[in-house]
């Protein structure tokens, strides 16, 4: 078998044919691809690489502070623009903002000198391999604290100055003032400092200009970003000499109530006005309770997505849930006169001549309802009394009674007819007894009569007090809300 030979010729011949080929045409240098100009990019390239070089070689520590005297002070210029609000956590008092930051300080140790390098006056390094000022948030309230971006990289200039960019998303507490809600406007204020160094070391400064500016942000919807504002605090503690320098940010959002006012509050002042129209319902009406109770119970939700809504704070209660409150306690009371007047509409007895007098003289022309005053003392009415299948008309009744107790009549109410005829004196008696029954209930139904229209009066005294309960309350809270949402934008301003 020659296959293996075969194979081992055809290979040396082809190493043999590319060999040739390169010493025909032979492949340029690097140098004959990027001529020994400083102005090239292959010159720039290997000058930064030499620079990186020699910077590094002789870079100590990323942990050590870099400066030569060990009593000087590293400045640290911090600025913080807002990108957009992630999450306001009204409940748990906290927010989540993602930011762009940018930290600039001078690393004595990062020098050179650009003519040296073909003037390369920057170069960009990873943000690992060099000393960053451990700048913290106090107010954190994430698991990992900062999220940073892992792989970023800083920017190095000559005279040793270090430029770090780099996006962070904050999770800090803050504290809600939620009195004015939905109209609120939220002060969130971050702290931050060196969490080794004191001021002697290390002095966190704010930057200034133009390039400090809050140009963009991105609106969510739901809250509008107003200002930010920055203050340096210095403080001291007994334990140290030293002074401690903190960065202090505020940031205020103002809330947009658009979806507040459309799911919250109007349907709540819409509950409220069916709760007054229940006053103008009949007051024998049996819906007048069942729609009582269900303005009552929607209210009651209402009231509890606010509750959800809103922070356990105890010195500061929203005044929307005030108001809620407020529709509730109306709608109680809506409740309680409904029964009453129910109660009162069904009444039969005898009523008092002060209780006649109070409502149907007094207080139906305060309210302005006409009521029916017939009834007193008007003669009964013709009714009937049904037994089986024969009908009693009263009026009949007591025509036939008369002329028989006037024919039957004597002094001692029994004639010879009736000790004769014993079933003419039944008759008698059980048309007496018809009569009285008719004329019980005649009177009874009269009393009831002056009882509803009692129940009628009560039912416009409560839809009168109500009404401007409720809109006195409604006035005055929407007043306060208002003029204090001023106070708040003009204290901002």
């Known amino acids: 078998m020659n296959h293996p030979r075969i194979v081992l010729n055809v290979v040396s011949n082809g190493l043999l044919f590319i060999s040739l080929f390169n010493v025909v045409n032979p492949q340029p240098t690097i140098s004959e691809i ?24 002789a870079y100590g520590s990323v942990y050590v502070r870099p400066v030569r005297d060990g009593k000087s002070t590293t400045v640290v210029t911090f600025r913080m ?6 999450d306001m956590d009204t409940k748990n008092q906290r927010f989540k903002i993602s930011t762009w930051v940018k930290m600039t300080w001078r690393d004595e140790f990062l020098q050179w000198n650009s003519s040296e390098y073909g003037g390369i006056d920057v170069i960009h390094v990873p943000a690992a391999s060099v000393w960053r000022p451990d700048i913290t948030l106090h107010s954190n309230t994430e698991d990992t604290f900062e999220l940073v971006k892992p792989d970023t990289f800083v920017e190095l200039r000559p005279e040793g100055t270090v ?8 999770g800090s507490t803050c504290l809600q003032h939620v009195r004015y809600f939905p109209f609120d406007r939220q002060e969130c204020t971050m702290k931050f400092s060196s969490w080794a160094y004191d001021g002697a070391a290390l002095e966190p400064q704010a930057e200034a200009g133009a390039d400090a500016e809050q140009i963009r942000f991105a609106e969510n919807g739901v809250w509008s970003f107003i200002s930010v504002t920055n203050e340096v605090i210095t403080e001291y503690f007994p334990c140290c000499p030293e002074p401690y320098y903190h960065l202090e940010f505020t940031i205020v959002f103002q809330r947009n109530a658009g979806f507040y006012v459309t799911y919250l509050i ?10 007054l129209l229940v006053f ?3 007051p024998d009406c049996g819906e007048k309770l069942t729609l009582s109770i269900t303005n009552l119970l929607a209210l009651v939700v209402f009231q509890q997505l606010i509750a959800e809504t809103m922070p356990p704070n105890g010195n500061e209660l929203p005044l929307l849930g005030t108001y809620f409150l407020a529709m509730i306690i109306m709608v109680c009371v809506s409740v309680v006169g409904t029964v009453l007047v129910i109660s009162i509409s069904h009444n039969s007895t005898q009523m008092h001549p002060w209780i006649k007098t109070l409502f149907l003289d007094v207080l139906s ?3 302005c309802l006409k009521v029916d005053m017939d009834t007193e003392g008007s003669e009964p009415t013709p009714h009937k009394m049904t037994n089986g299948s024969t009908s009693f008309d009263e009026g009949n009744l007591n025509s036939g009674y008369n002329e028989l107790s006037a024919v039957t009549n004597t002094d001692n109410g029994i004639s010879s007819m009736t000790s004769t005829d014993p079933n003419i004196a039944k008759i008698l008696r059980i048309m007496a007894f018809m009569k009285n029954e008719m004329v019980s209930q005649s009177d009874k139904e009269n009393r009831q009569l002056l009882w509803k229209q009692v129940s009628k009066v009560i039912d416009r005294c409560l839809f009168i007090i109500l009404v401007i309960y409720a809109l006195a309350i409604s006035l005055t809270i929407g007043t306060y809300i208002y003029m204090g ?5 003009e204290h901002d301003e």
């Open 81 to 86: 623009l807002l990108h957009s609000l992630l």
């Open 365 to 367: 022309k305060v309210v």
């Open 485 to 489: 949402s001023e106070t708040v934008q």
């Open 34 to 57: 990027v001529p020994p100009n400083n102005t090239s990019n292959g010159s720039t390239v290997n000058h930064m690489l030499l620079l990186r070089d020699n910077l590094f070689d």
């Open 163 to 170: 430029v770090w960019y780099v996006p962070i998303i904050y």
């Open 266 to 275: 109007l349907p709540c002042c819409f509950l409220s006005a069916l709760s």
């Open 280 to 282: 103008l319902l009949p």
